[in-house]
């Protein structure tokens, strides 16, 4: 990596006022959770249509047995790396203003992050799908399989968005606006594929933001949007360019 822009993208991130980060499942992969798709990608050896909402509803069992293994056994493995820490770091000293993630994987909470709009929702608690209630996941819960609310005996699924199912509201409209108030967007581990969150970068660039991009591999917004390019691993090149920022 060329120090010069290591040190650019340090100086930036320094002089912003309105710092935001926008992630997506490549921040994670170095904490052991593989991304949806490529290679190493959990639907190569899953079939998606567990997170179809419709086949969820006809059939919860066949779905919760999946789900538990990728959402509940090894999400509670994986430890957060030295990116998910960094963000942590600049937002506990008000560098960073905003974060936007798509992961619904826990890792930048348990990294220290507090305000955070997760996209899609989030596995730590299950809503029932009859009465909306809401449970803080308990191992407890998953006795068995699919899980049932206490009130209702309805079915609970995980409170993230399931294929064919919206953005939580609050969710869209915290990301609308940190990306209309943003100078500078940290895009970091994210393909730009899935839509509607591709476009929250897209909103932040015609408002007028600095676009840097964290990436394994050039993406959807690497040729269109992105001011400076990091190709490589997001657990390197954060701490990377943490270590040159002088605020
Ligand atoms: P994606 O799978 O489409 O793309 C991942 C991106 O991360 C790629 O551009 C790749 O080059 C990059 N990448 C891989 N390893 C990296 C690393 N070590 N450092 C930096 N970049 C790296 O991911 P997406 O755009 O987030 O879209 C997938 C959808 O699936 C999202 O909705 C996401 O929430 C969900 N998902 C979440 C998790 C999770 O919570 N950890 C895991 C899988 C999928």
Redesign the pocket.
């Known amino acids: 990596m060329i120090k010069a822009q290591l040190r650019e993208a340090a100086t930036l991130i320094g002089k912003s006022h309105s710092l935001n980060a926008f992630t997506?499942?490549?921040?994670?992969?170095?904490s052991g959770?593989p991304?949806?798709?490529?290679e190493e990608g959990?639907w190569n050896k899953y079939d998606p249509k567990v997170l179809d909402i419709n086949y969820f509803l006809d059939n919860p069992r066949k779905s919760w047995i999946i789900i538990h293994k990728l959402f509940y056994e090894m999400f509670s493995k994986a430890k957060p790396n030295p990116a998910h820490f960094v963000l942590a770091e600049w937002q506990q000293k008000s560098i960073l203003k905003s974060l936007i993630t798509?992961?619904?994987?826990q890792l930048h909470q348990i990294a220290g992050s507090t305000e955070i709009t997760c996209f899609?929702g989030t596995s730590l608690e299950l809503v029932c799908m009859e009465c909306g209630k809401k449970f803080a996941v308990d191992e407890k819960l998953f006795e068995e399989l699919p899980p049932l609310c206490s009130a209702c005996n309805g079915i609970l699924k995980p409170d993230f968005i399931f294929f064919g199912e919206g953005i939580p509201p609050k969710a869209y409209a915290e990301a609308i606006d940190a990306a209309k108030k943003t100078d500078v967007m940290l895009i970091?581990?994210?393909?730009?594929?899935?839509r509607p969150?591709n476009q929250i970068p897209v909103l932040a660039k015609q408002n007028g933001a600095t676009i840097i991009e964290?990436?394994?591999?050039p993406?959807h917004y690497t040729q269109s949007l992105s001011t400076m390019f990091f190709r490589g691993?997001?657990?390197k090149i954060l701490p990377e360019i943490n270590a040159l920022i002088t605020k």
């Open positions: 997506g499942a490549g921040i994670s992969a170095e959770i991304p949806f798709r490529g959990i798509q992961n619904i994987d899609h970091i581990g994210t393909s730009g594929e899935v969150a964290v990436n394994r591999d993406s691993e997001a657990g």
